[in-house]
């Protein structure tokens, strides 16, 4: 079932409690080397998938190969060949960070040389040297989200699992943790990345799929899965009411708007309908044009029928 690019390779994985069944027999294969998005709202299985094929969890049918081991029978194997940052942080606040990584490099059974070489590294890496002797206690949200991350790669792992790792972080600190992960995929290491933060998905994913009830509703990148979604359009802002009019009786689908002096037009995001759509039109008439693409949110909307609780609690 494995091949030697892929780092997760999954196949009609389910699990259930009591009569709910939470993940619906999922296929999905993640690269070697890249990001994989799982999106979808709270209760979607997105966090019992990641406990699944970090061994935390066992499934009740199908079967799953991590960095090229059996989930179920390789679990140690596995295990070896991970990290895995939870929702909840497992830093040790009555430790300092240095002692925290260390207490990681000591359960990984580094040796001395290895495990001081792998700490000061990653102090450096995640901006944590200057408080690197503080308690964990006095850290900032987004300092202990970086020590929980620099935590998981104490040990070198190539692949790891990242279950929804912004969560209450502010926006500055998400973006700091967006660009750790990106240097993470640029040395070569797998990301497994559940969200349920649209841009966050956008941003990071080489792909992503959409679970919604336990089932993939939809996978591919975030190019595919948008084009999958009608509702592109074309604003063009016009030179004066009269050309509104003109342009709106000449052009099929147009929507015109007099006051504001735009006349909008369904689009599918070629090039090929662009050209022939300006080619038709006066230079005159234009003085500015705008197009819009669906986003990760109208894919969603689209697939499940409603919005995303990240959409719904703002």
Known sequence: MTTRTSAIEVVGLRKSYGDHEVIAGVDLTVSEGAVYALLGPNGAGKTTMARILSTLLPADAGA?????????????????????????SAVDD?????????????????????????????LERFDLVDAADRRAA????????????????????????LDEPTTGLDPRSRRGLWGIVRELVADGVTVFLTTQYLEEADRLADRIGVLDEGRLVAEGTAAELKRRVPGGHIELQVADGERVAELAHRLPGAVPNAEALTVTLPHDGSLTALRRLLDGIDDGAVTGLTMHTPNLDDVFLALTGRPTTEEVSA
């Open 64 to 88: 799953a190969r991590v960095a090229g081991y059996d989930v179920r029978r390789e679990a140690d194997r596995v295990r070896a060949s991970i990290g895995v940052t939870g929702q909840f």
């Open 138 to 161: 006095t850290y900032s949200g987004g300092m202990k989200r970086r020590l929980d991350l620099a935590m998981t790669l104490v040990a070198g792992p190539r692949l790891i699992f």
């Open 94 to 122: 009555l430790l300092t960070g240095r002692e925290n990584l260390r207490l990681m490099a000591d359960l990984g059974h580094l040796d001395r040389r290895r495990a001081k070489s792998a700490v000061e590294g990653l």
